[in-house]
């Protein structure tokens, strides 16, 4: 169970996190729409320290960060219990695809450099790049750049897995694998925070959508409720310019 | 106006060769010393650590920002008339330390250029999945900056060979102090200095042969 309560971002005089509250139930797949620079990004990344909160408090199980108090060794405890996939992948060009996988699991989790890797290449077997596990990330698509990245987050098995728009850098032809993956790790009953633009996938995976404005959650509910019946005008108007432009 | 001494030359040619290890002495030293600086320097430039960073800052101004020939001689002729500890050094240590101090604020420069190079989205990944800043620094940043940084310190290392001639103006037999002696002798100044020139020529040379290869050896990971 993720609690979050009054979550503030501002950047400068303008507040993009307007005051956050958001229960996340273990397992459950949520995916966060809305126009750009609406803090739907920020919001990930607040939840993870990357950005500093201005105030709020996470709550992520037995694990309490203040964010007026918030101390290195509280916000590293939360990173390692959160996984990120970037936008841009963000792998490290200097590892492998494997390595990237590995690093985190015996340099954070401190695992026996066996284990790490049986996990790795269970993972990457799983995201279909078996057979570019020595590749460095310079040699790979940017649907397979994606894969190892998303595989980099499910190695850590994190209570929760957050989801930075993951296809918007991408060429069309590798948004379906990449999608396809996402639905793989769905399955499971990962808990995930997706801000996406993808409102098929959405539909089809979030078991909540909700929809931001202005650094609000302006609605929320199942994805049927939001898509088929939206009560708010602005959520309305959103979705019916992001399917005008989608045909 | 008359040919080249030839013979000279080439009997000169093993009495300079005879100081290339002090020369080489010297600038690996140099490096050796410079190189953690720099490394130190450019980590704490990156950090922006509070006071320190003023001093840092300071230091890399003004032995970027005065000749290295200014601070040799503050350090081996004015340092001992006002610290007595100084008196006992020689001009090779004197040289060294200067070459040191110098060029590591260049190289400071340098590496912090190539750390803050290093895309930011890799930052933010290292610290998503867990990794404490040194784990971060260490294990990320660092070794693709070192990539990033190698060509440029090999350049200084190239310039440090070059500059350890002028430990000639603290009293050291280098080769430039060594080719100045024998000219004395001779007389014979121009075909003196053209086989010193010639040496240093050839050793810079093989390094920059030696730092093109380096080059493609280091980007091989980074190759589509």
Known sequence: ?247 | MQGLDFDYMLGLVPVILGYVPLTIGMATAGMVFALPLAGLMAVERVAQVPVLDLFVRLFISFFRGTPLLVQLFLFYFGLPQVISAFIVINGVTAAIMGLTLHFSAYMAESIRAAIVGVDRSQWEAARSIGMTQGQMMRRIVLPQAARVATPTLLNYFIDMIKSTSLAFTLGVTEMMGAAQKEAAGSFLYFEAFLVVAVIYWIMVESLSQLQSRLEVRLGRAYAR
């Open chain 1, 1 to 247: 169970m993720i609690t979050v309560r009054g979550l503030t971002k501002r950047f400068g005089s303008t507040t993009v996190l307007d005051g956050i509250d958001l229960d996340i139930g273990e397992g459950e797949r949520i995916v966060v729409i809305g126009p750009s620079g609406t803090g739907k990004s920020t919001l990930l990344r607040c939840l993870n320290f990357l950005d500093h909160p201005n105030a709020g408090i996470i709550r992520v199980g037995d694990l309490e960060v203040n964010s007026a108090s918030a101390t290195k060794a509280q916000i590293l405890a939360l990173r390692r219990k959160t996984a990120f996939v970037f936008q841009n992948y963000a792998l490290f060009a200097n590892r492998t695809a494997r390595q990237n996988i590995t690093e985190a699991l015996t340099v954070v989790q401190k695992l026996p450099r066996a284990e790490a890797e049986a996990r790795a290449d269970a993972i990457l077997r799983e995201t279909g790049l078996a057979d570019k596990a020595d590749a460095y990330p310079a040699a790979l698509s940017g649907g397979q750049q994606q894969r190892v990245g998303i595989g980099r987050a499910m190695a850590l098995n994190a209570e929760l897995m957050l989801f930075d728009e993951p296809t918007s850098s991408l060429d069309p032809e590798w948004v379906g694998e990449v999608l396809e993956l996402m639905r793989r790790v769905a399955a499971r009953r990962q808990t995930m925070l997706i801000v996406t633009h993808e409102m098929q996938f959405a539909r089809e995976i979030a078991d909540r959508v909700i929809f931001m404005d202005g650094g609000r959650f302006v609605e929320q509910g199942p994805p049927d409720q939001i898509f088929q019946s939206p009560q708010d005008a602005r959520t309305r108007d959103f979705l019916r310019r992001v399917s005008t432009d989608a045909t």
